[in-house]
């Protein structure tokens, strides 16, 4: 059963354009949900995150929204440039126990 | 600071063989974590520890042992070593409590093969 789902395996993006990589959770008790973005052959790196009492986070050129309602997640990346091709995980963490549970990864292709 | 170290980065394993991956931090963090990752599989929890002395299993514990002695190290054992533990194998810390201490570490991760 999976608890955190990213249903796109891969997607591609004109550099200078807008990213869009979408996350799906199932359970209610999640109240801290985050990303991660992953390189070939290093370890995942924090990006962002968002507490479930706020709808919207921003770093930079990273945006995080939650809609708690239809427990969906997004990430959006503006503008999107070559570095930003990388695997990015969503995860998700309650505070009851503190586990933290990844989705399956979306790889992110920036084009020139 | 190192952050979290993973040793060995590689290591091929007979059917049978058991070994230990071994995982420090020196962030003095209270929670430490085992994730491995499956081609297309994401990151699954193995196990974790919330503390010294405190172990809990995650999604995918079977085969494996864990043990949290001192804050810093989270070994992780096979006993057993079977071909579906090959894998790309993570270990991760964090700070309790809220904003940036949810935020969890990463090492460099241990490529083990079973053959």
Known sequence: DQQVKQNSPSLSVQEGRISILNCDYTNSMFDYFLWYKKYPAEGPTFLISISSIKDKNEDGRFTVFLNKSAKHLSLHIVPSQPGDSAVYFCAASARRDDKIIFGKGTRLHILP | ?115
Request: glycine share 12%; with cysteine.
């Open chain 2, 1 to 115: 600071n190192a952050g979290v170290t993973q040793t060995p980065k590689f290591r091929i394993l007979k059917i049978g063989q058991s070994m230990t991956l071994q995982c420090a931090q020196d962030m003095n963090h209270n929670y430490m974590y085992w994730y491995r990752q499956d081609p297309g599989m994401g990151l699954k929890l193995i196990y974790y520890s919330v503390g010294a002395g405190i172990t809990d299993k995650g999604e995918v514990p079977n085969g494996y042992n864990v043990s949290r002695s001192t804050t810093e190290d989270f070994p992780l054992r096979l006993e057993l070593a079977a071909p579906s533990q090959t894998s790309v194998y993570f270990c991760a810390s964090k700070l309790r409590g809220s904003g940036s201490g949810v935020r969890a570490f990463f090492g460099q991760g241990t490529r083990l093969t079973v053959v």
